[in-house]
Every structure is written in C-alpha cells, then in structure tokens.
C-alpha cells in the first residue's frame, strides 16, 4: 500500500472513487453480483476461493499463486493443494505401473520344490 501511495495511486485510502475514500465496499460489490447475476451468498471470500481453486486446477506453482493471492505457499497448498494436477500424481504414476509378478500355476511331477512359474 505504501508503493500505491508514494505513486500517488492511491493517496490515503486503500479504495478510493474519484480521490475520496470508500467507507464500505459492501454496495458496490452487491451491486456487482447482481449485474454478474451471481446466485446465493456470494462475498469477496467466495471469490478469492473460486481464483485460487482455479490458479491450482491450472497447475500454476504454489509459490506464485500465493504471491498472486497475498497468501503463504504453505497456506495455499495446505488449503488448495488438492485441487492442483500434481496432487497424488506420484502415488496415481506408482499404481498405474505394471509390474511383473511370479504366479505358481501348480505342483509338477509331484515334487514341490519343482513347481513351474509363469511370468505375468
């Protein structure tokens, strides 16, 4: 804030219209739901929830969704993590390899020390 200020972007208020501070940002956003025609109880929360789900199902890097966000890397992966397409993929690339397996088909001659294997 202090770098929107010292380029006179914003002079002492964070939201400002027309050079003078915003009291409440409450109507202008209501204002802008209903022109999006958003149903149900939607905040500023709501939306800054919806980007960072997005930021992660785009597989944009935790560090920089956070900067983006104002958030912590640690919270935006604790909290979106799951969302992200990295998510478990080790685990998902571990099961979907196929392994060979050794699989006794039965004893041969009866001996059972001579059981013939097949490779699967």
Known sequence: MRRWKDKKIAATHFVEWNGK???????????????AKLEGNVTPHTLRHTAATWLMQAGVPIWEAAGFL???????????GDHHPDYLKGAATALGRRHRRVVSVGISEGKPDAVPKKTV
């Open 21 to 35: 501070p915003i009291a409440s940002v409450k109507t202008g956003f209501a204002r802008a739901v209903g022109l």
């Open 70 to 80: 104002g958030m912590s890397p640690e919270m935006v992966e604790r909290t979106y």
